[in-house]
T-cell receptor, first 113, second 116 residues
Framework: AQSVTQLGSHVSVSEGALVLLRCNYSSSVPPYLFWYVQYPNQGLQLLLK??????LVKGINGFEAEFKKSETSFHLTKPSAHMSDAAEYFCAVTTGGGNKLTFGTGTQLKVEL | AAGVIQSPRHLIKEKRETATLKCYPIPRHDTVYWYQQGPGQDPQFLIS???????DKGSIPDRFSAQQFSDYHSELNMSSLELGDSALYFC???????????????FGPGTRLLVL
């Protein structure tokens, strides 16, 4: 079984401030972890992923995430928020290729001037 | 780069009607997944296909059926539509198991279904 918990359904930051979106997972086997972004009325775009290897992964648009097995976490960060980052962000987990993704409930990021 | 294609993008149906959603995976991808995202909800897994065979089944109503064809495209058939079926339906595809990227699912833009 696998699950994802995203703390904070809404996060608000000022433009230029640090973005931190939290994700904790539960998995009975080594997980593969993903962050997807969804802009209003659009599909899910892959931001970044952790499969194996380096635990700090970099994605598109300046985002990065660190896999911490001891904390069962995969938090998403960006050093400096931009207005265009306003969207909903989903953390997701799977146990391997061909297996379903289980999503967290999402975090709506608001970026203020 | 080619992406997952879904059609139609928008669909309006009456209660008790049927609907067919189509998904064309990224070329070479052999696994297709369907997800349903209700308003303000996270995507929920419905069903998946690998090499034209059903590989996993989630919370898909019995009124829904799906299949994957020889060209790897997939169709989700929905009958006796209910108001609660109004949602965004995503298709995703993933590469063959021999690929480094096999665990990654790439999503289409979705089909927004409204049942009146």
């Amino acid at each position: 079984a696998q699950s994802v918990t995203q703390l904070g359904s809404h996060v608000s930051v000022s433009e230029g401030a640090l973005v931190l979106l939290r994700c904790n997972y539960s998995s009975s086997v080594p997980p593969y972890l993903f962050w997807y972004v969804q802009y209003p009325n659009q599909g899910l775009q892959l931001l970044l992923k952790y499969t194996t290897g380096a635990t700090l992964v970099k994605g598109i648009n300046g985002f990065e995430a660190e896999f911490k097995k001891s904390e069962t976490s995969f938090h998403l960060t960006k050093p400096s928020a931009h207005m265009s980052d306003a969207a909903e962000y989903f953390c997701a987990v799977t146990t391997g290729g061909g297996n379903k993704l289980t999503f967290g409930t999402g975090t709506q990021l608001k970026v203020e001037l | 780069a080619a992406g997952v294609i879904q059609s139609p993008r928008h669909l309006i149906k009456e209660k008790r009607e049927t609907a067919t959603l189509k998904c064309y995976p990224i070329p070479r991808h052999d696994t297709v997944y369907w997800y349903q995202q209700g308003p303000g909800q996270d995507p929920q897994f419905l069903i998946s296909f690998y090499e034209k065979m059903q590989s996993d089944k989630g919370s898909i109503p019995d009124r829904f059926s799906a299949q994957q064809f020889s060209d790897y495209h997939s169709e989700l058939n929905m009958s006796s539509l209910e108001l609660g079926d109004s949602a965004l339906y995503f298709c995703a595809s993933s590469p063959p198991s021999r690929d480094r990227d096999q665990e990654t699912q790439y999503f289409g833009p979705g089909t927004r279904l409204l049942v009146l």
